[in-house]
């Protein structure tokens, strides 16, 4: 046991770790590869220096769970014990405060890899991926607690707001090149152009064809947006864009198993959907103050992968 | 491929998509006769016109997905593609407004098509019926979609309202007889004594037995809810009932298999279970100002299909 | 027939049917022992003779629906019917108020044994134990639904809150002692020092390392959500506590299988989830007055016992 142990140190095996956890970065995206793991994370250095730290601090602890647990190792290997620690850990770092902040955001982290297990067990019989369901909930549970316990601090961007005076605010500027590249850069909560671009390089890194359904994605969901009346503040943001994105890139692409099929419409299907979702999700969160996160994306891909379980030519 | 195309749309297989259609209709009502359905899309139609071709036109795009998609034909001749696309139209016809609200509609039926064939492959191995379950969630996102989307407008029949200030209206006439056609009426939003008749027409149809259990099952939904002080109003629009009739179909009749059973008993059971749950419902949505729909109907009779295979008696 | 029926009711299965009766009692603590189910409706009996009465009729309910649905032996003997029975007769006949309250509770109970049955089924193949799942939705469902039915009176003790006007508390007396002895008794809504030694001595009839767990899981909550900032009120009531209680004797006792593990680390990481998650659930039932019951319980454990299949050594 002893010397197991010690083998496990050697410097072949702290590459493993480093490529598993870039790798867990990477995966946020649906990417199984550290070198677009890399641009990943230098995206996210360029626009907060501490934000990268948590961000490789989070892909650590879940790979560090997933290898302490016992889980099998090609998993851990390609990343699935980090991306939901990733995102958590980004989440909480990003919508707590306080000076303690960064340890419950590590802690997250930890949880979402043991929540992440917990769902692969949930889910192994259905063929379907968890894909991002354990950092929502666990984002949302954790949030939510800010209300109870004084040690959480919410940041003041979230707070509750009342439905029956709710009005949708139809100011703000259109800027399509800008929606380009907020799209993108919402999935890891960024908005610089620099943070986009190496986010573009991240995926077009991974394959080319990855990258024209990110372009097409988010046209789409830009497009459907502003056509049925979405603000244009949140639009042009990104905020309608992030789901479609990873929505096109799962059904069209990742989980897309078969050539006979109308794949490339059922991404762009999908990614309509999750405007929609993206909608109706926001006002089921309102009057508790939460942001939608990856859960369109999630329910879209859920349905139509599942669907084509028994509608194969989808 | 062309050769099997073509022969496809022969007048014998435009009668297959037609007598599929039909039956997506009756679906509605659990049951599965192209004849019930053309009653039941007259009783649609002499209500309202539009609503009538909305059905129609819903239960083709259901049908038509699943033959797309590529299903399994079993299912498709039995219209199960067509009962949540009935609905779905309606409701969003009826609570959605605006000139392209028959186009969101549409869309609707064609998405509650792709979720029903999701559901059959979640459900695959639960050896419980799907029901309507897919309607409901999608009918609900596409309604609270409108908060966020300024060209989805809701009626203003719903709107969001405040538990707190919340008082139980106990004004209105008890008519009991009203309450008897209501009941079935409001499976498809029907208010007309005739509608009601050409819905009993259309269950009698498909069986006496069935005809019996619709009235047994909302006269105990109008008995409990009245006896445990629900609205007026709302009892004998036939609110409380519809749910109950459903409930009582599907436990005692549709799904019930073995003979040495309290069949009867358990679909009373779950008719007055659909009254607590139709209560509760409601005030779970009241601050979201969204209909229950049929949920009270998916959860009871989940419940005691679901425990019949613990419970092999009940 | 009627021969089998008289030889099911000789004194030796009116035996049978108590004990499985007073272990449903005992299972609320997840101990199959009679005797502990004893103590614990003494420890119940002792604060209030009515709320006696109705956990052990609604014990007896949970049975019979057991034994009437034809339910497998072992199970019912196990008291498996009973405990979800127990705890919705107890709740129900806690927060609704009115002169046929207790009718209500007792058919609140007698659904809980077929909600248990449903659950049992839908869990068949999870490797994963369903908990007090059905009492808590059930309870909530009925308590939900005395705002639409004039005949269910809710206590004033739950009503609506405002998450927009919300203020956390912080007054209150820090008392330990008393925070020990009110964790154990909050699983049964109980206050008195004397039931919780009552329920102290049922634990440790059980095992003294049930006890143990016990002890160990309420002070860590009793610390980490003191430390958290937590409700000083809420948390010396035990309203931190119990959920605590529940899960580290899940976690570490019962449900833990292999011995090569942290299984006191996991169910301590489990004691705290249910800290979060209690002021979680508790914001999220805040506009609807609702009381958290177990449910941080049951996903702590959830979560926990799902990941153990892909992370064996937790």
């Given at each position: 046991?002893?010397?197991t142990m010690q083998k496990s140190w050697t410097k072949e095996s702290l590459a493993t770790f480093l490529i598993?956890?870039?790798?867990?970065?990477?995966?946020?995206?649906?990417?199984?590869?550290?070198?677009?793991?890399?641009?990943?994370?230098?995206?996210?250095?360029?626009?907060?220096?501490?934000?990268?730290?948590?961000?490789?601090?989070?892909?650590?602890?879940?790979?560090?769970?997933?290898?302490?647990?016992?889980?099998?190792?090609?998993?851990?290997?390609?990343?699935?014990?980090?991306?939901?620690?990733?995102?958590?850990?980004?989440?909480?770092?990003?919508?707590?405060?306080?000076?303690?902040?960064?340890?419950?955001?590590?802690?997250?982290?930890?949880?979402?890899?043991?929540?992440?297990?917990?769902?692969?067990?949930?889910?192994?019989?259905?063929?379907?991926?968890?894909?991002?369901?354990?950092?929502?909930?666990?984002?949302?549970?954790?949030?939510?607690?800010?209300?109870?316990?004084?040690?959480?601090?919410?940041?003041?961007?979230?707070?509750?707001?009342?439905?029956?005076?709710?009005?949708?605010?139809?100011?703000?500027?259109?800027?399509?090149?800008?929606?380009?590249?907020?799209g993108i850069g919402q999935i890891f909560f960024l908005h610089s152009t620099l943070s986009g671009i190496l986010?573009?390089?991240?995926?077009?890194?991974?394959?080319?064809?990855?990258?024209?359904?990110?372009?097409?994605?988010?046209?789409?969901?830009?497009?459907?947006?502003?056509?049925?009346?979405?603000?244009?503040?949140?639009?042009?943001?990104?905020?309608?864009?992030?789901?479609?994105?990873?929505?096109?890139?799962?059904?069209?692409?990742?989980?897309?198993?078969?050539?006979?099929?109308?794949?490339?419409?059922?991404?762009?299907?999908?990614?309509?959907?999750?405007v929609l979702l993206t909608a109706s999700i926001a006002t089921l969160l309102l009057p508790y103050g939460l942001?939608?996160?990856?859960?369109?994306?999630?329910?879209?891909?859920?349905?139509?992968?599942?669907?084509?379980?028994?509608?194969?030519?989808?």
């Amino acid at each position: 046991m002893q010397n197991t142990m010690q083998k496990s140190w050697t410097k072949e095996s702290l590459a493993t770790f480093l490529i598993a956890s870039l790798k867990g970065i990477s995966q946020v995206l649906l990417i199984n590869n550290a070198i677009s793991g890399l641009f990943i994370l230098l995206a996210i250095t360029t626009s907060s220096f501490l934000l990268g730290i948590m961000t490789l601090l989070s892909a650590f602890i879940g790979t560090i769970v997933g290898i302490l647990g016992g889980a099998d190792k090609e998993s851990i290997k390609q990343g699935l014990f980090g991306y939901n620690s990733v995102l958590t850990g980004i989440v909480l770092t990003l919508f707590l405060t306080g000076p303690y902040h960064w340890i419950i955001a590590l802690f997250g982290a930890a949880i979402a890899a043991v929540f992440t297990a917990a769902m692969m067990h949930a889910f192994k019989n259905s063929g379907v991926p968890i894909l991002t369901f354990p950092f929502i909930i666990l984002s949302w549970m954790m949030l939510l607690a800010s209300y109870r316990l004084k040690e959480f601090h919410l940041t003041p961007t979230l707070f509750p707001q009342d439905l029956l005076n709710w009005e949708v605010d139809m100011t703000g500027n259109i800027d399509w090149v800008e929606g380009m590249f907020n799209g993108i850069g919402q999935i890891f909560f960024l908005h610089s152009t620099l943070s986009g671009i190496l986010l573009f390089i991240a995926v077009f890194w991974a394959g080319w064809k990855l990258g024209l359904y990110v372009i097409i994605g988010n046209s789409v969901a830009l497009l459907v947006s502003y056509l049925l009346g979405g603000e244009p503040n949140l639009i042009f943001m990104g905020l309608y864009g992030y789901n479609a994105i990873l929505t096109i890139i799962a059904v069209s692409a990742v989980f897309n198993t078969k050539s006979n099929r109308f794949n490339l419409f059922s991404g762009i299907v999908g990614a309509c959907l999750t405007v929609l979702l993206t909608a109706s999700i926001a006002t089921l969160l309102l009057p508790y103050g939460l942001p939608a996160l990856t859960m369109p994306f999630v329910l879209s891909t859920w349905l139509i992968l599942s669907a084509r379980k028994v509608l194969p030519r989808l």
